[in-house]
């Protein structure tokens, strides 16, 4: 059985979509990003109980111009999301609501699991969101919270679990969500401007 998924990371501008997914996928920290146009992607594919899942992740901008005009066009298609705050930044945390609200009214529904991830553990000093209020935003949606680094070489093992936890939501949601693509298929296209890393 092989399932192919696609996952949109979401979040602020500057809050570390870019080098979480390319922890996840390239396993490196990347130490100068350039600020995310539209979309991105990369894959990476596990093997969870003798079963291959390719995780596709989109990596969104964060940047209030782009979202309307490439962003949001592909809500419709996505399979599961990632949100994602930068602990060191309570105005990237404030704006959660409002990117969660965002994903619902564009039909991202429950049956499409989502996360909560705090990056840049590694600067303690400089943390604005406290592990309790974060807890507790996460539980008022029902998603899990994660608080890792991209950065920290020690924290990979943590990114990954990100992603695990995520996939094997997929794989259990994954037939009841067949059953309701049945109804309704729609084809997005991807993006021109996409480049891919495989591993
Ligand atoms: N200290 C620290 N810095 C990080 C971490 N993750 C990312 N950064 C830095 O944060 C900045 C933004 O990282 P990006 O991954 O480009 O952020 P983004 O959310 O993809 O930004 P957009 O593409 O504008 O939406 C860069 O300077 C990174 O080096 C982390 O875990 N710790």
């Given amino acids: 059985m092989f399932y192919f998924e696609k996952t949109y990371i979401i979040g602020d501008s500057n809050v570390g979509k870019t080098c979480l997914t390319y922890r996840f996928c390239g396993g490196a920290f990347l130490k100068n990003p350039e600020a995310t146009i539209g979309v991105d992607f990369r894959e990476r594919t596990l093997q969870l109980d003798g079963e291959s899942i390719k995780l596709q992740i989109w990596d969104t901008a964060g940047q209030e111009r782009f979202r309307k005009s490439m962003v949001e066009h592909y809500y419709r ?69 994660f608080e890792t680094s991209a950065k920290d070489p020690a924290e990979k093992e943590h990114v990954d679990a990100i992603f695990l936890t995520l996939a094997y939501r997929l794989k259990s949601h994954k037939p009841l969500r067949l059953k309701h693509e049945m109804h309704v298929n729609e084809y997005v296209p991807m993006p021109n401007n996409c480049s891919s890393i495989c591993t």
């Fill in 77 to 145: 298609s996505v399979h599961a999301v990632i949100f994602v705050y930068d602990m060191t930044s309570l105005s990237s945390f404030e704006s959660l609501p409002e990117w969660i609200d965002e994903c619902t009214r564009h039909s991202v529904g429950p049956m499409v699991p989502r996360i909560l991830v705090g990056n840049k553990c590694d600067l303690r000093d400089s943390r604005e969101v406290p592990t309790s209020v974060a807890q507790r935003l996460a539980d008022s949606y029902n998603f899990p919270l």
